[in-house]
């Protein structure tokens, strides 16, 4: 078929195929779409059997591999399954060059075959050189990929990375021709469709070439990226690309959606501590995000990805920081940015990706501090409370985990306590304004950050009262055991959300998941009950009892409830030290009040 007629229809019936069905039958846009498309085939298969071509066994494989995935979309793996090996032995005559007038005589290709093949590790057009074969074969090997990662990650893998493959050497081959446009000169319009000169459209042009390659190695780096995940291999690689060719091929293309994975991409980025890619990224993702949408699913995304960014890398320097490591670590020297410099290519639109200025001293921190701040602001005008509590709270938090990574480069400890009450007074009050019932998970985090939080505000006031500075005041025994009473009263609730409300009784064994967060509790708990201040030698021992019981609390808790021994060994070890040495201290206590 003429190779601009069938590229206009196969794009529409993508199109169709990507659309949102009813809420009756969400499927319909796909049977549809996989109608339109047999019959676009059988009108191939015709044509060819007048005029048999190359071309014509392409397109014949391109259909048969959108019917395949069309049918694994709508649950129907087996039937896609014949229909794959039909399209593996038509794109094998594609490859060796077996033009066939007679379609109907092409037998499946059986799966121990095609699986063989894979396993050997090599693509058929090694020795060949056909852009109609290259191109069936990334198509095949893309939707066989899809169908074995219902079943098989590793074989799906396999199948996608000889599909890369492929499309390396081919491109190496293409980029020797005479003319060889590249992605980035090549025009298409919003749709998503090729932009050429007049041109009859009997013979592929470079341009159409270069297009129908990059559609196919996308769609390898899309399913790649599916793949790679649940394999716990690096996915940025895939990702990256993928969202890549999308921006530039505008294929199955939304701004908001596209802006929303380069968001996503640059978190990932973040996580490998590479803030100038991420940054990019950020960039790339604003640049692209509508701004006269709702507000919710478009600007605010960018304001809390802003935001979230500055609290990575404050947070990321911060430690550094506090630890007396790594306060000159750049970016140019991280073993990640060189096998990411493998692969990366910037976003067009914005300024190219450069390495983030470490932050070494209190300056640098302030200025990260308030650019994420204002961020952070913006963000939570949008996500109020009212409308989008859980969002907001998450907001709060961030700005709270903003002023701990900037105390990490503060001195003075007056405007260290400062930075502490200023993180308290953002979220103490939630806990009253949150349904337990509607969102325990969140209650509870809230209950443990204060209680964290007050635990590093008795820590700086426990070091003021031993070593005063000048200008300082300390708090007075009164005033310091109500902090502790403050402190002990948000771990004991949030211990307490386990109670059955009809027994009144805390459960021996928890749920996995929230064993680690209520082990954590319990030796805060019992850690603050250590801070007050008593008064007299029955105050002490009457104190250190109740400090025995709750260390023990801890040790039986981790006996009752397996967690992993390397999030809870040490303090589970300080634990059981000082039961045995309060116990003594509690004696010593006791032998004063007789004295």
């Not at 399954?81 to 290709?109: F, H, N, W």
């Not at 000889?162 to 446009?181: G, H, I, M, Q, R």
């Not at 070494?360 to 409308?387: C, M, P, S, V």
């Amino acid at each position: 078929m003429n190779v601009k007629t069938f590229a206009t229809v196969f794009h529409d019936v993508a199109h169709l195929n990507n659309s949102e069905g009813p809420s009756y039958n969400v499927f319909e846009p796909k049977f549809q779409a996989r109608d339109q498309m047999t019959t676009l085939r059988d009108t191939v298969v015709k044509l060819n059997t007048e005029s048999p071509s190359l071309k014509a066994l392409q397109q014949i494989t391109l259909c048969l591999c959108f019917n395949a995935v069309n049918m694994i979309d709508t649950e129907e793996d087996e039937e896609a399954l014949g229909v794959l090996q039909v399209a593996y032995a038509i794109m094998m005559r594609c490859v060796t060059k077996e033009l066939t007038p007679d379609i109907s005589t092409v037998k499946k290709t059986p799966m121990e075959d095609i699986k063989k093949a894979i396993a050997d590790g090599k693509h058929p057009l090694e020795d060949q050189d056909t852009h109609e074969g290259s191109v069936a074969y990334v198509t095949v090997m893309n939707a066989l990929g899809y169908y074995f990662s219902l079943t098989s990650g590793p074989l799906a893998k396999d199948t996608l990375e000889l599909a890369e493959k492929c499309y390396v050497d081919w491109n190496a081959s293409f980029e020797k021709e005479e003319t060889n446009p590249s992605l980035l000169d090549l025009t298409i319009d919003s749709d998503g469709r090729l932009v050429e000169g007049e041109t009859d459209g009997e013979e592929s042009t470079p341009a159409r070439v270069r297009f129908e390659m990059e559609n196919a190695y996308t769609s390898t780096l899309f399913f790649l990226a599916q793949v790679y995940g649940p394999l716990g291999q690096p996915m940025a690689r895939p990702c990256h690309l993928t969202v890549y060719r999308q921006l530039l091929l505008k294929r199955e293309y939304s701004p908001v959606v596209w802006a929303d994975n380069v968001i996503q991409l640059s978190s990932y980025y973040c996580q490998m501590a590479l803030f100038g890619k991420a940054f990019h990224c950020l960039l790339a993702g604003k640049h692209v995000m509508p701004v006269d949408d709702d507000a919710e699913k478009t600007t605010g995304k960018v304001a809390l990805a802003f935001g979230t960014f500055y609290v990575s890398v404050l947070s990321y320097y911060g430690e550094l920081y506090a630890t007396e490591k790594g306060k000159t670590e750049s970016e140019a020297d991280s073993v990640e940015l060189q096998w990411v410099g493998q692969y990366w290519v910037d976003f067009p639109g914005v300024p190219k990706a450069e390495s983030f200025e470490p932050v070494t001293n209190f300056e640098q921190a302030r200025a990260i501090f308030k650019e994420g701040l204002k961020w952070l602001h913006d963000a939570a005008a949008i996500y109020t409370f009212e409308d989008q509590c859980i969002t907001h709270i998450s907001i709060l938090r961030y700005m709270s985990q903003l002023y701990a990574a900037l105390g990490h480069f503060e001195a003075d400890r007056n405007r260290g306590i400062a930075m502490i009450q200023r993180q308290i007074a953002l979220v103490d009050k939630l806990p009253e304004q949150l349904n337990f019932n509607a969102y325990p998970t969140d209650y509870r985090q809230l209950l443990l950050d204060l209680g964290e939080l007050y635990m590093n505000m008795l820590e700086l006031r426990g070091q003021q009262r031993r070593f005063p500075t000048e200008g300082e005041v300390p708090l007075k025994d009164g005033a310091y055991n109500t902090l502790v009473d403050r402190t002990v009263n948000y771990f004991k609730e949030f211990c307490d959300t386990w109670c059955d409300p009809r027994t009144k009784v805390i459960p021996d064994v928890l749920n996995e998941d929230d064993r680690l967060p209520y082990f954590t509790a319990l030796m805060r708990l019992a850690q603050a009950q250590l801070r007050y201040i008593t008064k007299s030698p029955m105050a002490e021992y009457e104190n250190y009892g109740v400090a025995i019981d709750r260390f023990k609390k801890v040790i039986d808790f981790a006996k009752a409830n397996q967690m992993p021994e390397d999030k809870i060994k040490k303090e589970l070890d300080v634990a059981e030290q000082l039961v045995s040495v309060l116990t003594a201290k509690r004696e010593g206590a006791a032998q004063r009040a007789m004295t």
